[in-house]
């Protein structure tokens, strides 16, 4: 692969395996080279999956700079230190987590460094950036759509000011950076002068599949209980009404499901719980795969249609039952849901 001819210095940042992938499918259509900076989070699950996506990245010619960002008290100040000179080089910055406080923290430092790179590229993180588009086209605080509704604790407070200079910067304004957005999600309320590009998994779906597709359901799991959306007990009885109804025996793990809940969910259900290597894209692309994929409001019931075209496979949603909600849920949050569901190109729903 060759660099851009348009554009020197790349530089990504990326802090789960979605976010790594979705650089690879950017860089794939874009022709470029990059470094990409994993910012690595602390669970064992997410860490294992951004390895083997790292492995891929330099496989296809990027440089990968493993951060243990989160390594203790003093991690913060020395990635951040060590990063200030890649920053002040960079032609180029691609994020995979504009409500990162991380990341906010290093465009803000960019932006002290005095550096005006010529593009700043969001690429996909999921569902996530449906809300981040949203956010910013109102002109309102980043914050992460479970927690809307709620009143800002003193941490939110004490790094307000460095939210509010990302937020600034991720705007488009004559005669600064250009803002571009690279996503498989409907975007609806794009705000003007930010380039949306279509990712339309190039990348995965030429190195991996076409895969063998059986004859029974797969269910994808979510971490709506662990982010406390969704009540434990409700789920569980969710998940195996539906492995019951449509036959599943595969229960493939979102990557920050806890063990104590996974390892209740196989005993009360029979399912076979898969505690999947790479993200779920790329896993079910190289098969093999049920010819049925049932999820709930997630990130795979946009993406996995678009990974999985002309193999057969179907993708069904099911929405969340307001009474599965944990107390104190917002009505935003529940809207969001339904939103994620409705909005699914090529899903029905169940």
């Known amino acids: 692969m060759s660099s851009s001819s348009t554009f020197g210095s790349t ?4 802090e789960s395996p979605v976010q790594l992938l979705n650089v690879l ?3 794939h259509l874009d022709g470029a ?12 699950m997410t860490r294992g999956q951004l390895r083997r996506m790292a492995e891929l990245a330099r496989a296809d010619g990027h440089t990968v700079r493993w951060e243990e960002a989160r390594g203790g008290p003093a991690a913060p100040f020395q990635t951040i230190g060590g990063l200030a000179g890649p920053l002040r080089a960079a032609d180029r910055v691609v994020i995979g987590d504009p409500f990162s406080r991380y990341v906010q923290l290093l465009l803000t430092l960019y932006s002290f460094l005095g550096r005006r ?35 800002p ?33 409907p975007v609806d309320e794009a705000l003007d002068g930010v380039t949306v590009t279509t990712n339309a998994y190039a990348w995965t779906r030429d190195r991996f599949g076409p895969p063998r597709v059986t004859r029974g359901a797969d269910l994808v799991g979510t971490s709506l209980v662990e982010t406390g959306v969704v009540d434990l007990d409700r789920y569980l009885q969710a998940v195996s009404g539906l492995a019951a109804a449509h036959g599943a025996t595969r229960y493939f793990a979102h990557r920050r499901e806890s063990a104590d809940k996974l390892h209740r969910l196989a005993g009360e259900t029979g399912l076979e719980v898969v505690r999947p290597d790479l993200p779920l894209e790329l896993i079910a692309r190289r098969g093999p795969i049920g010819g049925t994929i049932l999820s709930f409001p997630s990130t795979v019931v946009h993406t996995l249609p678009i990974a999985l075209e002309g ?8 929405e969340i039952d307001p009474s599965w909600l944990s107390e104190g849920v917002s009505d935003h949050a529940q809207g969001f849901l339904r939103g994620i569901a409705g909005s ?6 169940v």
């Open 11 to 14: 530089l990504c940042f990326v």
């Open 25 to 27: 499918e950017w860089a």
């Open 33 to 44: 080279t990059a470094t990409v900076v994993v910012l690595s989070p602390t669970d064992p």
């Open 117 to 151: 790179a010529r593009d700043l590229v969001v690429v996909d993180d999921g569902t996530a950036t449906m809300e981040f588009v949203s956010q910013l086209a109102r002109g309102e605080r980043l914050v992460r759509w479970h927690r809307r509704g709620g009143r």
């Open 153 to 185: 604790g003193p941490r939110d407070l004490v790094f307000a000011p460095v939210s509010a200079a990302a937020r600034r910067r991720l705007t488009p304004a004559p005669g600064r950076t250009t803002v571009s957005l690279f996503t498989s999600m």
């Open 311 to 318: 193999t057969g496979v179907k993708v069904a949603v099911c």
């Open 344 to 349: 699914a190109r090529g899903v029905r729903t």
